[in-house]
C-alpha cells in the first residue's frame, strides 16, 4: 500500500483543517480488513495515535484527546481518508503521518506502511 498525505498547514487556535490520505494498493484495491489511520509526532515527543478506520465496515476508532473535535472518514471511490480537525489548539501541533495495515492497533507498530508527513502549525 502507498500512501499519500496532504493537507497541513498553520491554522491559528480554535480553526480546522483537513488531512488526506490518499491509498493505493499494488492491485489498485484497498482490501476491506485494511485500517488506515493517523498518528502525529510533535517536537521531543513519541508518535502516537490520533485516529483509525477499518476500510470495509468504516468503524471508526479516536485516541481520547481528540474525540469529539476530529473525524477520520473515507472516499471509497478516491481511495483517500480524511482527518477533519476541528477546534484545533497549540498542543495539536505535530507532523501527522496515515499509516495502514493489516489489524488495529493505537501502537505505530501495528501498521505497515506509513505516508510522508504532513505539519500542522496552531498559533495560539
Known amino acids: 500500500v502507498q500512501l499519500q498525505a496532504s493537507g497541513g498547514g498553520l491554522v491559528q487556535a480554535g480553526g480546522s483543517l483537513r488531512l488526506s490520505c490518499e491509498a493505493s494498493?499494488?492491485?489498485?484495491?484497498?482490501?476491506?480488513?485494511?485500517?488506515v489511520g493517523w498518528f502525529r509526532q510533535a517536537p521531543g515527543k513519541s508518535r502516537e495515535f490520533v485516529a483509525a478506520?477499518?476500510?470495509?465496515?468504516?468503524?471508526?476508532y479516536y485516541e481520547d484527546s481528540v474525540r469529539g473535535r476530529f473525524t477520520i472518514s473515507k472516499n471509497s471511490a478516491e481511495n483517500t481518508v480524511y482527518l477533519q480537525m476541528n477546534n484545533l489548539q497549540p498542543d495539536d501541533a505535530a507532523v501527522y503521518y496515515c499509516a495502514a495495515g493489516s489489524h488495529y492497533g493505537t501502537m505505530d507498530n501495528s501498521y505497515d506502511y506509513w505516508g510522508q508527513g504532513t505539519l500542522v502549525t496552531v498559533s495560539s
Open positions: 494498493g499494488s492491485s489498485g484495491r484497498i482490501f476491506s480488513s485494511t485500517i
Open positions: 478506520t477499518r476500510w470495509g465496515s468504516g468503524i471508526r
